[in-house]
């Protein structure tokens, strides 16, 4: 019998996947990137080559712009975060599997990773139409700074989840250590992020403080200061954001939150339709709950609110003068979306392997899955050939 030859432990299919990944980004950035149609990019590297940037953009962009004199390798820059994406995606699915047991080859976590970069609202002619108006799940494509938040956000929470397992029994340093690197990079690319997973984060450190009646507190403390030190640079960026001149600001509206749900009567529909997937899994877990272990329980519940406190976000939270209309605090909602696809796919598997769903089920789960995609591809090859910006 042969021995499949692997690369970096991938095998073929991974490093071609990986290759057709970058290759398609390739093309699409270059549109994006040389103006050919609209997109955020070219504000974001204009703004940072003259020294005005307030995210990661600042340091990369001039860095990449000085490689050529010229915005092609940016585009090599930007593509080359799409497939380190898929890679630390397939790292974050493959440790949260370990987590509850399972174990999956890193290669096949590659393709299903690369799909995920595709996942879309699904559309209903006359009744839902549009693949990116209207959706709280459609991955994001002309904007750089959610490329980036994608990416280390991914690495965030894979440190995370394996931190958080036995962090009340003990932290290890190094783990610490790449967990606030980690951060302090997604802080740098958007606020989005933590905005969303803080939160969510302190809720977890409360309940295991109030449970553990106190034991916890050293780990608890130490866990939760790294992120308050990660989010230093958020000041900087509020400042840069939001000089106080009266240009823009941040409020808390309960009228933007209204007109959030309420303009269209078909929200619950909406959000049905970007949710599919993840809450037919969900629907299937909450009947076999109490057959699946705590950590399971606790991951998902943890997802879920992360998800869910990054609609309130971008319901309540918004924007005044000129960044009124940008939307600016509705990017957590793809990210949030995008592994909680992800983490739903995991659990599926691991319950047709415990035998707790039958195959009609697993069968049903994957096909709204590749619906999810196949949608998601059409758009993103509309986008390439120039029919699309990024909203119809």
């Known amino acids: 019998m042969k021995m499949k030859k692997k690369l970096f432990g991938l095998d073929t299919k991974a490093i071609i996947c990986l290759l057709l990944i970058f290759a398609a980004s390739f093309v699409l950035f270059y549109r994006y990137i ?45 593509s080359s975060l799409i497939a380190l994406t898929v890679i630390s995606t397939a790292w974050f699915l493959k440790k949260i599997a370990q987590l509850i047991g399972e174990d999956y080859d890193l290669s096949s976590l590659i393709l299903f990773s690369a799909s995920l970069l595709f996942i879309c609202k699904l559309c209903i002619p006359e009744w839902s139409p549009y693949f990116y108006k209207t959706s709280l799940s459609t991955q994001p494509w002309h904007n750089s700074t959610y490329i980036e938040m994608r990416l280390f956000g991914t690495l965030t929470l894979m440190m995370y989840f394996i931190i958080r397992k036995d962090y009340l029994k003990k932290i290890e340093w190094k783990k610490l250590l790449l967990f606030f690197v980690f951060l302090f990079l997604t802080n740098m690319s958007k606020p989005n992020f933590v905005l969303c997973f803080a939160p969510i984060m302190l809720l ?79 629907f299937l877990f909450f009947k076999n709950r109490k057959k699946m272990s705590v950590f399971e329980n606790k991951m998902m519940l943890e997802i879920w609110m992360m998800n869910l406190f990054s609609l309130l976000v971008s319901m309540f939270v918004t924007e005044t003068g000129k960044r009124a209309n940008d939307g600016n605090y509705e990017w957590a ?24 769903i039958s195959e009609r089920e697993y069968v049903s789960a994957q096909n709204i899955y590749v619906l999810h995609v196949v949608l998601g591809i059409f758009y993103f090859l509309l986008l390439v050939m120039g029919y699309l910006s990024w909203v119809i």
């Open 34 to 78: 040389f103006q050919l149609q609209t997109s955020d990019f070219i504000a974001h590297i204009e703004r940072s080559l003259a020294g005005r940037g307030y995210s990661i953009n600042l340091i990369l962009f001039p860095l990449f712009y000085k490689l050529g004199n010229s915005y092609l390798p940016i585009v090599f820059l930007m």
């Open 204 to 282: 977890v450190l409360i309940y295991d403080f109030i449970a553990s009646r106190g034991k916890s507190f050293k780990n608890a403390f130490c866990f939760g200061f790294v992120v308050l030190i990660a989010c230093i640079i958020l000041l900087f960026q509020y400042k840069a954001m939001y000089p106080g001149d009266g240009s823009s600001s941040i409020v808390i509206s309960l009228e933007h939150a209204i007109a959030y749900v309420f303009s269209d009567k078909k929200f619950p529909l909406y959000y049905l339709l970007n949710f599919c997937f993840p809450l037919y899994v969900t």
């Open 333 to 356: 909602n793809a990210y949030f979306a995008y592994v909680l696809f992800g983490a739903a796919m995991i659990i599926l598997k691991k319950m047709k392997k415990d035998g707790l």
